[in-house]
């Protein structure tokens, strides 16, 4: 027996052992991300332009798309403007909004907060879906320390749900300084959790660094997980502890190993949006035109010196 299965494997062509052979792990080349940029209105908020000067300024600047923040918009609309007036302006200024900051307590442990976090979120998403706007960015509002993970991913599913209902769907997010939920590790449970295709992640370089995750993690996150990337740098000259977010400068003035981190954001696949979010109160006394410019040549910079 045996010598007639050496026989046969003898006859069989190079083509045929191949089709049997067991495909090695990570044989497939994966298809090299695609970045665009954007800018986040945060960059510029100290001048206080107001949300009609943004859009200008992220045109002007030669920047693809914009992230506002839900309380521009809601002041705007306030102001006795429709949704319909901010989609079109955005549109004729040959721009995308990519991407609203918010701040709905979604995944507080009291249920009472964290059901009025749902309804303010279900309320805020199709506000932005009638101004074109598909995401939105989920920090985790209300949230307690320790965090039951188990328990926000649940939620998080929930939310993914309620995306998927308005067309504007959740970012899972996390600020290095914020002790409860501070570090990529606990998005990424909650995110697994969730189980959930559309499940998507919004790292930032300074919380990545300010909460002690550090920037190998992103290794372990490929194609679409990642669709908004916060990018920005920090200095050395301040203790990570004690960095806030006044300190970010532009990405390539401080020491982020950015391109590491956009070398395995290109590895990932998919579509990356690289939004520069900055509070930097030097910028904000600024001309805020000059500093939108300065930020995109500087990310773009940092782009090809990974091409």
């Not at 010598?3 to 191949?18: D, E, I, P, Q």
């Not at 693809?64 to 306030?78: H, M, N, P, Q, Y």
């Not at 300010?210 to 990337?229: N, P, T, V």
């Amino acid at each position: 027996m045996k010598t007639n299965r050496r026989n046969a494997v003898k006859s069989m062509g190079l083509g045929a052992l191949a089709a049997l052979a067991p495909a090695p792990a990570f044989s497939r080349s994966p298809k090299e991300s695609t970045f665009s940029f954007c800018l986040n209105t945060s960059t510029i908020r100290g001048q206080q332009p107001g949300l009609l000067r943004y859009i200008e300024i992220a045109a002007a600047a030669g920047y693809d798309g914009i992230e506002v923040w839900v309380d521009d918009v809601k002041k705007f609309l306030s102001a006795g403007h429709s949704t319909t007036e901010l989609h079109d302006i955005v549109r004729q200024h040959g721009l995308r909004v990519e991407n609203a900051i918010g701040f709905a307590p979604w995944m507080a442990s009291d249920e009472a907060k964290s059901k009025a976090g749902f309804l303010q979120m279900e309320e805020e998403m199709n506000m932005l879906a009638e101004i074109g706007c598909s995401r939105v960015a989920a920090p985790g509002i209300g949230a307690e320390a320790p965090v039951d993970l188990m328990a926000a991913g649940r939620k998080y599913k929930a939310l993914l749900d309620l995306g998927r209902k308005t067309g504007v769907m959740p970012q899972l997010e996390f600020w290095g300084a914020f002790a409860p939920f501070h570090h990529l590790g606990q998005i990424l449970m909650v995110a697994a959790v969730a189980n959930d295709p559309d499940a998507r992640l919004l790292p930032d370089v300074y919380h990545l660094y300010r909460g002690g995750s550090g920037f190998d993690g992103l290794k372990l996150i490929h194609g679409q997980a990642i669709e908004i990337f916060h990018i920005n740098d920090y200095p050395d000259s301040i203790p990570r502890e004690k960095q806030q977010d006044k300190d970010r400068v532009y990405p390539g003035d401080g020491v982020a190993p950015l391109s590491q981190i956009l070398g395995d954001l290109r590895e990932m696949g998919g579509n990356k949006v690289l939004s520069l979010e900055l509070f930097n109160p030097t910028y904000w006394a600024q001309d805020p035109l000059e500093v939108a410019k300065t930020g995109l040549a500087k990310m773009k910079n940092a782009v090809k010196a990974v091409s």
